[in-house]
T-cell receptor, first 114, second 109 residues
Framework: NAGVMQNPRHLVRRRGQEARLRCSPM?????VYWYRQLPEEGLKFMVY????????ESGMPKERFSAEFPKEGPSILRIQQVVRGDSAAYFC????????????FGQGTRLTVV | KQEVTQIPAALSVPEGENLVLNCSFT??????LQWFRQDPGKGLTSLLL?????REQTSGRLNASLDKSSGRSTLYIAASQPGDSATYLC????????FGTGTRLQVFP
């Protein structure tokens, strides 16, 4: 059973381009969470998704950011028209549909905007 | 709004010392608490998970306790080693995980 897989591990984008970050949860996990970690800072919650549903997006910036978790395939975090301030590590976690279950994290995608 | 605080923010100790890392949270309505380790430039490794009904969990040289009513958890590291050097994060969970800011630990030989 592979762990949470994120790709790419490193992503470089020029200002104004789009960034797409992918997260494949562990097998059997139907809950996905995205977090952002700015340099030298803690992990900030962005969005919580279940298959085909956004449960909580209270941590998502109102503009340029979107997330989805389709019925088939990985969860996608999409950042449009990236700016330098979007440079950060983006982590995905998954858990099964069991109350209080352990969450497992991927290795993250490090986005650099140049 | 749930807030999670970790103290100290940084800790530097000689090898062999026993350590206590502290985590406090403001809302006791949680399902569980997890302790993670993060190495520089790496992802998060789950160390221990304590359900809200539990008082403590142990794994090797690590022991985590939870006092939900007072909003506190401690991570005890016995006989620290240089390989323990990392940032330690605690996170509480209701629907999502809310993280503390971490304790950066350095263990020197």
């Amino acid at each position: 059973n592979a762990g949470v897989m994120q790709n790419p591990r490193h992503l470089v984008r020029r200002r104004g381009q789009e960034a797409r970050l992918r997260c494949s949860p562990m097998k059997g996990h139907s809950h996905v969470y995205w977090y952002r970690q700015l340099p030298e800072e803690g992990l900030k919650f962005m969005v919580y998704l279940q298959k085909e549903n956004i449960i909580d997006e209270s941590g998502m910036p109102k503009e340029r950011f979107s997330a989805e978790f389709p019925k088939e395939g990985p969860s996608i975090l999409r950042i449009q028209q990236v700016v330098r301030g979007d440079s950060a590590a983006y982590f995905c976690a998954s858990s099964p549909e069991v109350t209080g279950a352990e969450a497992f994290f991927g290795q993250g995608t490090r986005l650099t905007v140049v | 709004k749930q807030e999670v605080t970790q103290i100290p923010a940084a800790l530097s100790v000689p090898e062999g010392e026993n350590l206590v890392l502290n985590c406090s949270f403001t809302d006791s309505a949680i399902y569980n608490l997890q302790w993670f380790r993060q190495d520089p430039g790496k992802g998060l490794t789950s160390l221990l998970l304590i359900q809200s009904s539990q008082r403590e969990q142990t794994s090797g040289r690590l022991n985590a306790s939870l006092d939900k009513s007072s909003g506190r958890s401690t991570l005890y590291i016995a006989a620290s080693q240089p390989g323990d050097s990392a940032t330690y994060l605690c996170a509480v969970r209701l629907d999502k995980l809310i993280f503390g800011t971490g304790t950066r630990l350095q263990v020197f030989p």
